[in-house]
Nanobody, 118 residues
Framework: VQLQASGGGLVQAGESLRLSCAAS????????MGWFRQAPGKGREFVSS????????YYIDPVKGRFTISKDNAKNTVYLQMDSLKPEDTAVYSC????????????WGQGTQVTVSS
C-alpha cells in the first residue's frame, strides 16, 4: 500500500485547508484510514479516521466541529477538510491506513506541513 498526502500550506487563523491522501496498491480490503499530526517538539497525535467500508468517522475533541473527514472509494482517496483553523493546528499532517480493525496503522504516507498564523 502506498499513500500520497497533499494539500498542506500556510494560512491565517480562521481559514480553511483540505488535505488529500491518495492510496494505491492493496487497498481493496483495507479497514480504515487515519490522519495524524505532529507539532514541533511534540509527539504524533491521532486526529481523525474513517472506515473504508462503512464510512464510520472518529475525531479528537479539539477538532470536532471544525474538521471533516471524507472518502472517495472510486478514487481511493481520503480527505480532511479543515475549517476555522487555529495556530495550535500547526503541525505536519500524515495519513496512514490499517488493513484490519485489530492491527496497527502500518502503512504511512509522507507528511504535509500545515502552518496557521495568528
Amino acid at each position: 500500500v502506498q499513500l500520497q498526502a497533499s494539500g498542506g500550506g500556510l494560512v491565517q487563523a480562521g481559514e480553511s485547508l483540505r488535505l488529500s491522501c491518495a492510496a494505491s496498491g492493496r487497498t481493496s480490503n483495507a479497514y480504515e484510514m487515519g490522519w495524524f499530526r505532529q507539532a514541533p517538539g511534540k509527539g504524533r497525535e491521532f486526529v481523525s479516521s474513517i472506515t473504508w467500508s462503512g464510512g464510520r468517522t472518529y475525531y479528537i475533541d479539539p477538532v470536532k466541529g471544525r474538521f471533516t473527514i471524507s472518502k472517495d472509494n472510486a478514487k481511493n482517496t481520503v480527505y480532511l477538510q479543515m475549517d476555522s483553523l487555529k495556530p495550535e493546528d500547526t503541525a505536519v499532517y500524515s495519513c496512514a491506513t490499517r488493513l484490519y480493525s485489530t492491527s496497527a496503522y502500518n502503512y504511512w504516507g509522507q507528511g504535509t506541513q500545515v502552518t496557521v498564523s495568528s
